[in-house]
């Protein structure tokens, strides 16, 4: 199957053979922690000559509960990922929420994100279309591989062809996902480059009560799973601290495990690709 070269910026590419990852941490907790971790995301992959797009939230708008931190706003976020974007040298991801957020998240950003609970949200979805930025897609919980090809006619409709395809897990029963391999192979076949979510893969929805659990210690093995079956980029959330972190605190990867990981997924990503 023939896949799409996209090209984020920075001399980063998806889909030319290689294995670009998206990291960083789920939600921007301050400046200074945003700052300290692209600082080292990014000289650990000039080091590993591996391609990297950073990637942060300024809000998380679909926290369980109404008390959890979302993030320091819009305004705010992207002060922060925009001197990432400069000071690193490196193309910056975030999530986008509503219409109204794509044009200015487009303005600082490389790449919008369509979070997994808005992939079938029409107006949002041709929004970032429009804005001709590449648009990172996560597949619904709740949606079959195959009706993603929707979701990227979606996108088409504004001419843009620059899109990813991200699985993230579905749902199984209450408040507990699986990763089928099978989703990333499906949507493959649509044409566009396909990533892996492996730590929101391990998620626990709403599993704490007040907030969503999961099983962290899992997502190196789907890492390595999903890039066996040929895929182009792996996503993850890293911390420093993950035990502290301010969401997603029970899937994240610590830093210090990031590189042993990464190095792993590119021998794979040569041993399946050649």
Request: proline share 4%; charged share 25%; glycine share 10%.
């Amino acid at each position: 199957m023939k896949i799409k070269k996209i090209s984020v910026d920075k001399g980063v590419v998806f889909g030319d053979g290689g294995l670009t990852f998206i990291a960083g941490p789920c939600v921007i907790e301050s400046r200074a922690m945003a700052l300290d971790l692209a600082e080292r995301l990014t000289d650990l992959a000039r080091r590993l000559k591996v391609g990297f797009v950073f990637k942060a939230s300024f809000d998380k708008a679909n926290r369980t509960s109404v008390d959890s931190y979302r993030g320091p706003g819009i305004e705010k976020g992207l002060e922060i990922l925009a001197e990432v974007r400069q000071t690193f040298d490196v193309p910056v991801v975030t999530d986008v929420h509503e219409p109204w957020q794509c044009a200015p998240v487009a303005e600082v950003c490389d790449m919008l994100q369509i979070p997994a609970f808005l992939a079938r949200q029409t107006d949002l979805v041709v929004a970032a279309g429009e804005t001709g930025a590449v648009v990172n897609v996560k597949k619904g919980q709740f949606m079959a591989p195959e009706d993603m090809a929707q979701v990227v006619k979606k996108i088409e409709s504004t001419g843009n062809r620059r899109i990813l395809l991200c699985e993230r897990g579905a749902s199984f029963g209450y408040r507990n996902l699986v990763a089928d391999m099978r989703s990333l192979l499906i949507m493959r076949e649509l044409g566009y480059p396909v990533v892996m979510d492996a730590t929101h893969s391990v998620q626990r929805p709403g599993g704490l009560g007040t907030g969503s659990g999961g099983d962290g210690k899992y997502a190196p093995a789907l890492a390595r799973a999903a890039v066996a079956t040929g895929i182009d980029g792996v996503f993850m959330e890293t911390h420093r601290n993950p035990k502290v972190a301010k969401s997603d605190a029970a899937n994240a990867i610590k830093f210090s495990e990031v590189e042993a990981l990464w190095r792993k997924l590119v021998e794979i990503n040569k041993i399946v690709k050649g």
